[in-house]
């Protein structure tokens, strides 16, 4: 029996005890809470560039049958994009300080933590700010016009599945770099999801060769969901859209935390 144990998979990716990772990102940025407020800014200068500018330049985008302003279409897709820059923030930059500077997960492991508790306490604390800062998005599209119907409230847990998506895989990413050199392949990554994910303009003006591989961009996937349930477009391809998130977070987690056990568990 023991030897059959030993041969099984270890699916487990946390305990209730992450919780206490996720408080002590909580009591840490306290003495921070200046850059943590300032986030919420974000939205309001996003969506006002918008509205004052493009907005009456571009005109109106045809999606789905309807037709909507160019802020209502971007400003779902700039929601994404806040999303994916958030987890891959929290993800991957401070989790490295954490783990290679810092080393604050070693005197963590003294306690009945363990590996997988502090991959998903992380995924916790990413998926706790970026639903703060939904929040605000969410409220700031309401008030500049940019919502397409009440069914907007329902992109704040597109948001948060989006954030799990980018943060389990930012997570990952993490345990690969080997020194603050290597970011810049996150850049290099990270700037083509942006400005190729029918964040800006609809997938149909791409040219036919460049939609069929931006179709499979986690950004366009998280922006066409949040984009339909904005507009109260919903359709069968939303679960696609939802099933390739979640599906990609848990495979990001996964890698991860085998990462992380490798790592801090030798």
């Known amino acids: 029996m023991n030897a059959v144990l030993r041969l099984t998979p270890q699916w487990r990716f946390g305990s209730r005890r992450s919780l206490y990772i996720l408080e002590r990102n909580i009591m840490a ?6 850059v943590f407020v300032s986030g919420f800014f974000e939205p309001l200068f996003y969506l006002l560039s918008i509205g004052i500018g493009l ?11 309807t037709t909507i302003s160019y802020g209502a279409f971007v400003a779902p897709g700039m929601l994404a ?27 963590v492991l003294a306690t009945p933590l363990d590996v997988n508790d502090i991959a998903l306490g992380e995924v916790w604390w990413s998926l706790t700010r970026g639903a703060l800062y939904a929040t605000s998005f ?5 008030l500049l016009g940019d919502a397409g ?5 329902l992109c704040l847990p597109g948001t948060v599945l989006t954030s799990f998506c980018f943060a389990c895989v930012g997570l990952a990413a993490c345990t690969y770099l080997r020194s603050w050199q290597d970011f810049d392949a996150v850049n290099i990554v990270q700037l083509p999801l942006f400005l190729f994910s029918a964040t800006f303009f609809p997938l149909s003006l791409y040219p036919s060769w460049l939609a069929s591989i931006v179709v499979f961009s986690p950004l366009y996937q ?12 919903f359709s069968w391809v939303m679960l696609i859209h939802v099933s390739y998130l979640f599906v990609m977070g848990m495979v990001g987690l996964a890698i991860a935390a085998r990462r992380f056990r490798r790592i801090l568990a030798p």
């Open 138 to 142: 969410i409220i700031c599209m309401v």
């Open 55 to 65: 907005n009456h330049l571009v005109g109106d985008v045809h999606v789905g049958g």
């Open 149 to 153: 119907s009440p069914w907007v409230v």
């Open 222 to 233: 998280s922006a066409a969901l949040l984009r339909g349930l904005s507009l109260g477009q």
């Open 81 to 107: 994009t806040s999303a994916m820059n958030g987890g891959i923030i929290d993800s991957i930059f401070n989790v490295f300080f954490k783990l290679k500077v810092s080393r604050v997960y070693e005197p």
């Open 29 to 34: 940025y306290k003495r921070q809470w200046p």
